[in-house]
Each structure stands twice: as C-alpha cells, then as structure tokens.
C-alpha cells in the first residue's frame, strides 16, 4: 500500500504543477489577446492616417506655388 500512496502523492504533486502552468499560460494568452487587439487598433489608425497623407499628396501639383528658390 505503501507504493501506491506515494505514486498518488507524486501525482498530486505533479497536478498542482499542471494546474499552475495552465493558468500561467492562460493569463499569458488573455494578455496576448488585449496586445492583438491594441496593436490591430493601431494599424487601423495608422492606415488611415496614411491615407489621408496619400490624398493630400495627389493634389494637383501645378495649384501649389512654386518653391522659394524660383
């Protein structure tokens, strides 16, 4: 009866570890989550403020004024 006590102890032990790890791995995946989602933000902002430089710089070139040195 011995040994079986002991395994069921080892494996007790070794299903704490699990369980640690899968909750270690689960707040590692929800703040993975939140950093996807800040950085698609992001990229939103960013590709729509790159459109906006696009559309400023397609104006028609001869409305602007000359540069300086002319």
Same mark, same amino acid.
């Given at each position: 009866m011995d040994a079986i006590e002991q395994r069921l102890a080892d494996l007790e032990v070794r299903l704490t570890f699990i369980d640690d790890t899968v909750q270690a791995l689960a707040g590692a995946d929800a703040e993975q989550a939140l950093r996807i989602v800040q950085l698609e933000q992001l990229v939103?902002? *960013? /590709? =729509?403020? *790159? =459109? +906006?430089? /696009? *559309?400023?710089?397609? +104006?028609?070139?001869?409305s602007e004024p000359p540069p300086p040195h002319y």
């Open positions: 939103h902002h *960013l /590709r =729509q403020e *790159l =459109q +906006s430089v /696009r *559309l400023g710089a397609t +104006s028609d070139p001869h």
